[in-house]
């Protein structure tokens, strides 16, 4: 039976209510709206000094300010690709680094993605280096694989220290889902390649012989029975390493059944993949799905000859000489209505910030980020 | 037999031998394989390269060609010659022997490059240079020589290399005459085939 409130009492929370969210919509408002509420509130206090005294915050309508208002934030920390060679390699440094800043971040993230590739051979010391690592996180961390995890020994050791790769889990009304997105046809059995050769040959980006990354079939189904148990309205976010639509085939910058993981998620209102791999900012969009990249703390990649999502801002190439240029971390921070804006924690650079407002508004949005950025739409490779 | 016998007796062999072996030399050496006249008014004549060779008509038995005829017949022979010429150098044509020589050793020494490019083993880390560089990508090689900033100097392509090997890789840079820096060099430039040279472009 509810708890039967008082009338003043329930005045008194509606008032607590209103007010905290005119607190929290207020820096979100546009200087538009600001100004308009400003002239409200002069006429309010002008009526109120005459004696009619105000006790309700909902003064002008911050609906739209409000569906565009933060609801809780994730950070990621991703692609460190450590090697066991010491602990002052440049990679245990680059991702202890990560670590540090996310440590610092004021309020603590909801929780901490890692989005795969935490070992570069998938060797038990490497991911071991990793984990003690991460375990520095203040924040919960929600662990996604990699290929170069994966691939020395077919995900045993991950499997043993991090529970199975495919997963998914309710946060503040999102669905999101954790998917192994790095299966691969075996090509490794009848040459009876040994787990190093193997590991060796995924390891290599720009492998010849290499096999497209799959979410494969068994995913798949897993993935349909998944969503169906959600609402059409729940905001989806999807952890992928790969990136769920094709950029770039020889480089691997691919899910070959991307097609038909985004028609399983075609009928929700909104969805999000985050995807790891690329080590390169990238925005894409394809009908109700936007696709963001991460960054990797270990090295930066170029942009791909080809393929390149025509809505990406390529960052400006990294300078060799700093060891952290081009690499980094990042947040994803998801908006009352579901969708998601995206920061680029760039080390040694400006943040790079691509709100789902720029998306939505194709690529004119994102020429005026270009512009902001002193970024360059279509930056050719190099 | 006396000593001076078993000595005139050696040369004697050597002789033999020699002369033997020198006619073996001289039926061996090649021969234009000249086709046959047509008939007895008939003439062909070869030309230098063993191979071209042009039948000339209307000749008495003996008879010498007249110089403007004479002319004729070597300016055809020089056509024909040409047309068969792949690549001019010094007017000797390549074989397809040596064509396929340059081709496997370029190759070889390409091939060489792209192993090391992709190999751990040439730092210390196991960082390989694939691992920034997929297929060479962002090498950029065609804009070297250029000032390059960090350096403060101007930097040849080997230069950068080098200094990946040391800081990226943390590995022993490599001479410039180095087998392995050549190679290197071979397999990131041919990669960039056909992209026009732009020394000086940052």
């Not at chain 1, 409000?66 to 450590?82: G, L, Q, R």
């Not at chain 1, 897993?222 to 959600?230: R, T």
């Not at chain 2, 403007?68 to 150098?89: F, P, R, T």
């Amino acid at each position: 039976m509810p708890k039967y409130v008082l009338p003043k009492e329930r005045e008194r929370q509606e008032y607590q209510e209103a007010r905290a969210d005119l607190l929290q919509a207020l820096p979100h408002l546009s200087r538009r709206d600001f100004l308009s509420m400003s002239a409200q509130a002069a006429a309010v206090a002008t009526v109120a000094w005459k004696g009619f005294p105000p006790h309700s915050f909902q003064l002008i309508n911050v609906a739209e300010a409000k569906e565009t208002a933060p609801k809780f934030t994730i950070a990621y920390v991703s692609d460190t690709h450590i090697l066991d060679k010491g602990l002052t390699h440049r990679f245990v440094r680059a991702c202890q680094k990560a670590v540090q800043d996310v440590n610092a971040l004021e309020p603590q993230p909801d929780f901490v993605l890692f989005g795969g590739d935490l070992a570069q051979l998938g060797k038990p010391e490497e991911l071991s280096i990793g984990q003690q690592i991460l375990k520095d996180l203040k924040a919960p961390v929600r662990m996604m694989v990699g290929e170069h995890d994966w691939y020395l020994d077919m995900g045993e050791k991950w499997r043993e220290m991090f529970g199975e790769p495919t997963y998914s889990f309710e946060h503040k009304g999102v669905h999101f889902i954790v998917l192994n997105s790095v299966i691969v046809e075996d090509y490794w059995t009848e040459p009876k390649m040994t787990p190093m050769q193997r590991m060796l040959a995924m390891a290599q980006l720009d492998n010849p012989h290499g096999r497209p990354f799959t979410v494969g079939e068994a995913q798949r189904d897993w993935l349909k029975k998944d969503l169906a148990k959600v609402n059409k309205k729940t905001p989806v976010v999807v952890f992928s390493h790969s990136p769920l639509y094709k950029y770039y085939r020889p480089w691997n910058f691919w899910t070959d059944d991307a097609e038909q993981v985004q028609a399983l998620l075609a009928p929700f209102a909104t969805v999000t993949v985050i995807h790891a791999h690329t080590h390169q900012p990238l925005t894409n969009r394809f009908k109700n799905i936007t696709f963001h990249g991460v960054l990797s703390t270990a090295w930066p990649w170029p942009y791909a000859p080809k393929g390149l999502p025509e809505l990406t801002v390529q960052m400006v190439r990294a300078d060799p000489f700093n060891q952290f240029d081009g690499c980094g971390w990042g947040t994803v921070t998801a908006l009352q209505d579901g969708q998601v804006n995206k920061r680029y924690n760039l080390w040694d650079r400006n943040p790079m910030d691509v709100t789902f407002e720029q998306v939505s508004k194709g690529r004119k949005g994102m020429e005026q980020l270009a512009a902001q950025l002193k970024g360059n739409i279509s930056w050719p490779s190099y | 037999m006396t000593r001076w016998g078993r000595v005139v007796m050696i040369v004697a062999a050597i002789t033999v031998g020699g002369g033997v072996a020198v006619r073996g030399l001289s039926e061996e050496a090649p021969r234009h394989q000249l086709p046959a006249p047509a008939d007895g008014r008939s003439k062909v004549v070869g030309l230098c390269d063993g191979e071209t060779s042009v039948t000339v008509t209307g000749l008495a038995p003996g008879e010498r060609m007249a110089p403007d005829k004479a002319q004729a017949v070597a300016s055809e022979l020089m056509g024909k010659y040409d047309a068969k010429l792949q690549v001019a150098h010094g007017g000797t044509e390549h074989t397809q022997r040596e064509t396929r020589v340059w081709e496997a050793e370029l190759k070889r020494v390409v091939d060489e490059g792209y192993k090391l490019f992709h190999s751990p083993e040439i730092g210390t880390n196991g960082i390989s240079c694939d691992m920034c560089h997929p297929d060479a990508s962002i090498t950029h090689p065609e804009t070297y020589p250029k000032f390059q900033s960090q350096l403060k100097k101007v930097a040849l392509l080997r230069d950068m290399i080098n200094w990946c090997i040391e800081n990226p890789l943390e590995g022993p840079k490599l001479a410039d005459d180095d087998p392995k820096m050549r190679a290197m060099e071979a397999y990131i430039l041919s990669t960039r085939k056909g992209v026009p040279l732009d020394p000086g472009k940052h």
